[in-house]
C-alpha cells in the first residue's frame, strides 16, 4: 500500500509497498481518509524529533473508515467511520489509573514513537477509534484531535465566559484556541508575526493584540501556542496581575524569563500536554458539530503530494491537511 515515509532530515517520499497492518484482538484497520498535518509532524520531518527508524510512517491526525475488526471488538463497528486518538497511554500505570494519561510514560504515539497513519490502512486500538457523529463533515473530523488539545487548554486555563485572553501564534493550535475562546463566550485576542495567520484568526473571530504600554489591556489568561522560545516574553509582559499563562506549544531550546515580572505579578503559568483519554477526546468529538474546527483548513493534498503538504505547511495560513479520498460526510 501506499505511505507518505520520511527517509532523512527534511525528505519526503511516497513508498508504494509498504507492508499491510496486522490487527490484534483489540484492534481495528482503519482505511484512512485524511490525515491533518501538525506542528509535532514538522518537528518530525526537520530531524528535531528523533524517530526509531528510517524510513518512517508520518502523520498522526487521522480519519477513515473501518474496514477490518478484531476477535474482541463487536462486527458491528465495520464500516463505521472514524476519528483516530492518536495517542495511547497504557491505562494501567499511577498516571493513567488516575485519568492523567497524557503524562504516561509509556504512551505510544501514531508518527511519533509508533508508525504514523498517512498511510492507506492504519491499525488502532478499537477504544481510540472515535466514532463519526452523523453528519459531520470530514473537515470538522480531521480536526476533532488538534480540537481536542485546545478544549483541553482552556479547562485547564479555567477561562471563563466574557473573560479576555491572548493567543500567542495563530498557527493552527492557536486558531482552534480563538475558535473555542470565542465559542465559550470570552473574548480572544491574538498576536503573531505572520499577517495571513492573523487575518485567519480574524475570520474566526479575534482580535489584533492591541499594542502599547496601558496596563488595563493586558490579560488574565494567556495560551503560548507558538513554541517559539521569545514568545514566551511576550506572553509573561502582557499576563495580568494573578494571571493564568498557559503553554501549549513546545520547543527544546531554553525559554528567557523574569522572574521578577512573574513574582510581582503572581503568575500562574501551565504546561498543558494533548489530553486525557477518554474524556478530554470525547468532548471533542461531541462538541464537533457545535464548533465546526474544519474552518481552520486551507491548504489540501492528495497523498502524492505530501511533500509538498510538509513543506507549505509552515508557509501556508490556517491547517493544512492531506486527502487519500474525496472527502464527503
Ligand atoms: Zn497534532
Ligand atoms: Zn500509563
Redesign the pocket.
Known amino acids: 500500500m501506499r505511505a507518505a515515509v520520511l527517509t532523512g532530515p527534511g525528505a519526503v517520499e511516497v513508498a508504494g509497498d509498504w507492508p499491510e497492518p496486522e490487527c490484534g484482538p483489540d484492534d481495528v484497520v482503519v482505511a484512512v481518509r485524511a490525515v491533518?498535518v501538525?506542528?509535532?509532524?514538522l518537528a518530525v520531518v526537520d530531524g528535531k524529533r528523533a524517530v526509531p527508524s528510517l524510513p518512517w510512517a508520518l502523520g498522526?491526525?487521522a480519519i477513515g473508515d473501518i474496514i477490518r475488526v478484531g476477535g474482541n471488538v463487536p462486527a458491528g463497528r465495520l464500516g463505521e467511520r472514524v476519528a483516530v486518538e492518536p495517542n495511547f497511554p497504557c491505562l494501567h500505570c499511577a498516571a493513567c489509573t488516575s485519568g492523567r494519561t497524557a503524562v504516561c510514560p509509556d504512551r505510544r504515539i501514531l508518527g511519533i514513537n509508533e508508525p504514523g497513519a498517512l498511510r492507506e490502512r492504519v491499525t488502532v486500538p478499537a477504544r481510540f477509534a472515535w466514532t463519526a457523529p452523523v453528519g459531520l463533515a470530514d473537515e470538522d473530523l480531521v480536526c476533532v484531535?488538534?480540537l481536542a488539545?485546545a478544549l483541553a487548554a482552556l479547562t485547564r486555563a479555567g477561562l471563563a465566559a466574557g473573560e479576555r485572553c491572548l493567543v500567542v501564534g495563530a498557527g493552527a493550535q492557536g486558531l482552534l484556541v480563538c475558535l473555542a475562546a470565542q465559542a465559550l463566550g470570552a473574548r480572544p485576542f491574538v498576536v503573531d508575526p505572520h499577517e495571513g495567520r492573523l487575518a485567519t484568526a480574524a475570520e474566526l473571530g479575534a482580535a489584533a493584540m492591541p499594542a502599547g504600554p496601558d496596563v488595563s489591556m493586558d490579560f488574565p489568561v494567556v495560551f503560548e501556542t507558538s513554541g517559539v522560545p521569545v514568545a514566551l516574553e511576550t506572553a509573561v509582559e502582557r499576563c495580568a496581575p494573578d494571571g493564568r499563562i498557559v503553554l501549549i506549544g513546545q520547543s527544546a531550546v531554553p525559554a528567557r524569563l523574569s522572574t521578577f515580572t512573574v513574582v510581582q505579578r503572581r503568575i500562574t503559568l501551565r504546561g498543558c500536554l494533548i489530553y486525557d483519554h477518554p474524556a478530554d477526546f470525547a468532548a471533542a468529538v461531541a462538541r464537533a458539530a457545535e464548533l465546526r474546527p474544519g474552518r481552520i483548513l486551507r491548504g489540501r493534498f492528495p497523498l502524492e503530494r505530501a511533500g509538498d503538504a510538509f513543506a507549505q505547511a509552515r508557509k501556508l495560513p490556517g491547517k493544512t491537511w492531506i486527502t487519500l479520498e474525496e472527502p464527503s460526510r
Open positions: 491533518g501538525c506542528g509535532s509532524d498522526h491526525e484531535e488538534p488539545v
